[in-house]
């Protein structure tokens, strides 16, 4: 009874994951948006297939023998010094070196196609014209920074990362903290983000979409909550989005937004965060000079809307217990042109 | 079975600090105590609530660096302003002082941050600067620094003339 009750829940959790896999491909590595990750899918389906296969012989195997005739009650037992007869020894000889073999050669294939797969997928690859981007794990969010060899063009930002369509895209890893792993599965595999050394990947996507990203090595408290967003889009798209990313920070414009915009000033706001062409030049946590044009806020553990915002600048340990941003009080009266000024910054 | 019980009060996170917890500053510091250049011995009457707390304490030297303390006190050697490494405290050395003087600032250079940041993260500052005097239990402070430099605590016993 307890068996069967095990049995089914470990196929309710596997259908599921099939199902959710289904559902949500923005973060498969089973769809693969680009050629680093169709190399992973291709090898992922072979070795599936492969030793799919070869397990169903094995059990086929095992359920005949289970069924082979044996020697009955009336049959007299083996003798101790039982010796097989020949045709028996040089039949058995044959299939354990047949088997030996097989194995040695499936495993060979297998080794070569994995090591294949991963030189292709090198950083050692030299790309033309590619665009490189660092990408800095911290706890629990990352710091995304377009590398120029023009500094009028370096941009920062965070939790979101645009690129263009059919253009190769060198990953720079890095860490302020701890060990973290940059995995975006529709564009490539995963890889560790190392304190005080610079670890890459190139990644590419050959058709535009939103693809969903997470840290994947254990970071802390937080760890679950640290996704990123890569965005590819054609590349005049990428551009405008490029241009509008590198100009300051939209001015206030509404009474509510000049009112929010000195309550950022004059509270803990401005130690940690920058917002470009303001005097809060802090460099902790997020940039915040486009904040209200990404999708998410607290590294897309929310969506990015007021409400969200308003929730998370009043007490950020609700949302994510553990995490680095000050619970900074602001009264009720300044909270909306809070929230309004930081939204109104696209 | 104490040291596991101290165990657990090490590792506790106080990740939402509760506002009555920290409404305990007073008027503890009063400058008319302190005399300049003779003993500093004013009322210590209050305490950090974050005293040996390992989880506060490394929290506080974040901040510590993220405020750029450390810009001007370096890692507690000074060099811009004073070291936080030593015996004699011009504005007193208790956590009530040390306290009064992030929050207000002193002559010639150290900015007041009264206003600027969450009480909270004061009081976690204030645990990191004691314990770089070895004034935090042994059980709440590592036992070996993130950078290159000697334990603190062997510079205080080097200072207070104990060797090891």
Request: proline share 18%; charged share 15%.
């Given at each position: 009874m307890m068996q069967r009750a095990k049995w089914a829940r470990a196929f309710a959790i596997a259908s599921s994951l099939v199902l959710t896999s289904c559902i949500y491909?923005?973060?498969?590595?089973?769809?693969?948006?680009?050629p680093q990750a169709g190399r992973v899918d291709t090898l992922w389906w072979s070795f599936f297939w492969l030793l799919g296969a070869i397990f169903l012989i094995v059990m086929i195997l095992t359920v005949m023998t289970l069924g082979r005739r044996h020697r009955g009650f009336e049959q007299e037992p083996l003798a101790i010094r039982h010796k097989a007869s020949d045709e028996t020894e040089s039949q058995l000889r044959r299939v354990v070196t047949g088997a030996t073999i097989a194995t040695i050669v499936i495993l060979f294939v297998l080794i070569v196609a994995s090591v294949g797969t991963g030189k292709a997928n090198s950083e050692l690859q030299q790309k033309k014209n590619p665009l490189t981007i660092q990408v800095t794990g911290t706890q629990w969010w990352w710091q995304i920074q377009y590398m120029?060899?023009?500094?009028?063009q370096n941009l920062t930002t965070a939790n979101e990362i645009h690129i263009p369509v059919g253009r190769p895209v060198q990953i720079r890893g890095a860490s302020n903290d701890v060990i973290h792993s940059f995995w975006v599965p529709n564009l490539n595999g995963k890889r560790d983000l190392i304190p005080s050394r610079i670890t890459s990947e190139w990644i590419e996507a050959d058709h535009p979409g939103e693809f969903r990203g997470q840290c994947a090595e254990f970071c802390g408290l937080q760890h679950a909550h640290m996704a990123i967003w890569v965005i590819a889009e054609p590349q005049a798209q990428f551009d405008a989005w490029m241009k509008a990313q590198l100009q300051p920070a939209a001015a206030p414009q509404t009474p509510a937004q000049i009112r929010g915009q000195q309550v950022f000033l004059n509270n803990a706001c401005m130690y940690c965060h920058a917002i470009q062409g303001t005097p809060a030049v802090g460099q902790n946590g997020p940039d915040l000079t486009h904040f209200g044009s990404r999708r998410g806020i607290a590294a897309n553990t929310?969506?990015?809307t007021m409400g969200n915002l308003a929730g998370w600048i009043l007490?950020?340990?609700?949302?994510?217990?553990?995490?680095?941003m000050a619970t900074v009080e602001v009264s009720s009266t300044d909270l909306q042109p809070l929230v309004e000024y930081l939204e109104s910054l696209k | 079975m104490c040291l596991l019980m101290s165990a657990c009060q090490r590792q506790h996170q106080d990740i939402r600090p509760s506002p009555t917890s920290l409404a305990i500053y007073g008027d503890a510091a009063k400058e008319d105590v302190i005399r300049p250049g003779g003993p500093v011995n004013p009322q210590p009457v209050v305490n950090n609530?974050?005293?040996?707390?390992a989880y506060d304490i490394s929290e506080g030297q974040r901040l510590y660096n993220w405020y750029n303390c450390s810009g001007c006190h370096f890692q507690g050697g000074g060099g811009i302003g004073p070291p936080l490494i030593k015996q004699h405290w011009i504005y007193g050395g208790e956590p009530a002082n040390l306290f009064d003087t992030i929050v207000k600032g002193r002559p010639?250079?150290?900015?007041?941050w009264g206003g600027r940041i969450p009480a909270y993260q004061i009081w976690e500052i204030v645990a990191y600067v004691r314990s770089m005097n070895g004034e935090q239990p042994r059980s709440a402070t590592p036992s070996r620094a993130d950078s290159i430099e000697p334990n603190p605590q062997t510079i205080v016993n080097r200072v207070n003339g104990q060797t090891k």
């Open positions: 491909n923005r973060q498969s590595a089973v769809d693969p948006a680009g120029n060899s023009d500094p009028t929310v969506p990015n007490d950020p340990q609700s949302m994510k217990p553990g995490n680095h | 609530p974050y005293n040996g707390s010639n250079g150290m900015p007041a």
